[in-house]
């Protein structure tokens, strides 16, 4: 079993919707979770960092952590075309090892 | 803004060639690593370091080999480049105490012919 798993997509959606991507987890033990933006020919970008169980919000985007579930999301509000790039969810391991999903490439169409 | 500056966008070798991917961080990060992106497997960690000539083997070393003889300067080395290694080469760096978060160049996009 993979230590991160991520929904593949891709995901397409009109300018205006609401966005959930979603990872889960293996090890209970993870306590920090991020979200990275990779945009077409560049290299991934921290976009949200969490600690804890429950919501955080940044502007539009709101991570939320489940860990009695293991399951990590993104919430995008009011999607714009710019949002349009691959997000990657991350979870610190042991040492300096880092998790990685695969990534969801999300389309937002105007 | 931390800056991790990867030598080359692009590069193009050939089969047995030896090849020098280099990586510059202004952040004075202790941690620098060197991932390969590819389409459906994500990133796969090749190697890291967390100090000067200080090096870890990570998920596929193999065909690999990584210098680093100053802080800021991580280099990654294909000692006979082979058409499986053809794929997208990211850097990235981190401070020192876990679990700070990489941050990541814009990679080079190798092909070997």
């Given at each position: 079993q993979k230590e991160v798993e991520q929904d593949p997509g891709p995901l397409s959606v009109p300018e205006g919707a609401i966005v959930s991507l979603n990872c889960t987890y293996s090890n209970s033990a993870f306590q920090y979770f991020m979200w990275y933006?990779?945009?077409?020919?560049?290299?991934?970008?921290?976009?949200?960092?969490?600690?804890?169980?429950?919501?955080?919000?940044?502007?539009?985007?709101?991570a939320q952590v489940d860990k009695s579930s293991k399951?990590?999301?993104?919430?995008?509000?009011?999607?714009?075309?710019?949002?349009?790039?691959t997000y990657l969810c991350a979870i610190p391991g042991t040492g300096n090892q880092f998790y990685f999903g695969t990534g969801t490439s999300l389309t937002v169409i105007p | 803004d931390v800056k991790v500056t990867q030598s080359s966008r692009y590069l193009v070798k050939r089969t047995g060639e030896k090849v020098f991917l280099e990586c510059v961080q202004d952040m004075d990060h202790e941690n620098m690593f060197w991932y390969r992106q590819d389409?459906?497997?994500?990133?796969?960690?090749?190697?890291?370091?967390?100090?000067?000539?200080m090096k870890e083997k990570g998920d596929i070393p193999e065909g690999y080999s990584v210098s680093r003889e100053k802080k800021e300067r991580f280099s990654l080395i294909l000692e006979s480049a082979s058409t499986n290694q053809t794929s997208m080469y990211l850097c990235a760096s981190s401070p020192g105490a876990p679990p700070k978060p990489q941050h990541f160049g814009d990679g080079t996009r190798l092909s070997i012919l």
């Open positions: 933006r990779q945009y077409s020919r560049k290299g991934p970008e921290l976009l949200m960092y969490t600690y804890s169980s429950g919501n955080k919000e940044d502007g539009r985007f709101t399951y990590i999301s993104l919430f995008i509000r009011d999607s714009q075309p710019s949002d349009s790039a | 389409p459906g497997l994500g990133l796969r960690l090749i190697y890291f370091s967390y100090d000067v000539k």
